[in-house]
T-cell receptor
Framework: AQSVTQLDSQVPVFEEAPVELRCNYS??????LFWYVQYPNQGLQLLLK??????LVKGINGFEAEFNKSQTSFHLRKPSVHISDTAEYFC???????????FGTGTKLQVIP | GAGVSQTPSNKVTEKGKYVELRCDPI?????LYWYRQSLGQGPEFLIY????????DSGLPNDRFFAVRPEGSVSTLKIQRTERGDSAVYLC?????????????FGEGSRLTVL
């Protein structure tokens, strides 16, 4: 069965510093991977997704993630964060050809001025 | 805008009562998902519709929970004999594609509080 682990529940980082949010998944088959973001008082929205092809995926707002099959990871990175990036970030997985999308427990990114 | 609409946004009920939560997806989206999000947790999958049929209801916690999508558009999540543990934000999402590869467009959720 597919599952997602986000090890960090909260990540504080200073403005303009780089950040990495970690995500590891478990699946016995090929997977599709996603990062969703939830800004305060808003609904979840897609940040980026990996379906196939290049393992480095670029998303909105300067975020990118790298799919690493050997380490079963899909970490999210941004080289320089802004105050407006303060939000909760969710990693999600869907086993290839199967419709259910399973979410992790989320990581709260707090950008400190 | 024509996003996913969920009603009510807030619902307070007493233990043992019946509750219905409604989701109006983006027009033309064939896939519709229900999730439940408890405080400090990620969205927990409940059920997925492709058209009118429930393609996967493996996440429904027990037989008190039921969902329908009779015309392949609006969906209603029904909870019988509510319990305090049912308190959570219930999220609906729709997608233009099946297979889990499409972007899920989420509504803002219905917050259910069972007293």
């Amino acid at each position: 069965a597919q599952s997602v682990t986000q090890l960090d529940s909260q990540v504080p980082v200073f403005e303009e510093a780089p950040v990495e949010l970690r995500c590891n998944y478990s699946s016995s088959v090929s997977v599709y991977l996603f990062w969703y973001v939830q800004y305060p008082n808003q609904g979840l929205q897609l940040l980026l997704k990996y379906l196939s092809g290049s393992t480095l995926v670029k998303g909105i707002n300067g975020f990118e993630a790298e799919f690493n099959k050997s380490q079963t990871s899909f970490h999210l990175r941004k080289p320089s964060v802004h105050i407006s990036d303060t939000a909760e970030y969710f990693c999600a997985v869907s086993e290839g050809g199967y419709q259910k999308v399973t979410f992790g427990t989320g990581t709260k990114l707090q950008v400190i001025p | 805008g024509a996003g996913v609409s969920q009603t009510p946004s807030n619902k307070v009920t007493e233990k043992g009562k019946y509750v219905e939560l409604r989701c109006d997806p983006i027009s033309g989206h064939t896939a519709l998902y229900w999730y439940r999000q408890s405080l400090g947790q990620g969205p927990e999958f409940l059920i997925y519709f492709q058209g009118t049929g429930a393609a996967d209801d493996s996440g429904l916690p027990n037989d008190r929970f039921f969902a329908v999508r009779p015309e392949g558009s609006v969906s209603t999540l029904k909870i019988q004999r509510t319990e305090r543990g049912d308190s959570a934000v219930y999220l609906c999402a729709s997608s233009p594609t099946s297979g889990g590869i499409g972007e899920l467009f989420f509504g803002e959720g219905s917050r259910l509080t069972v007293l």
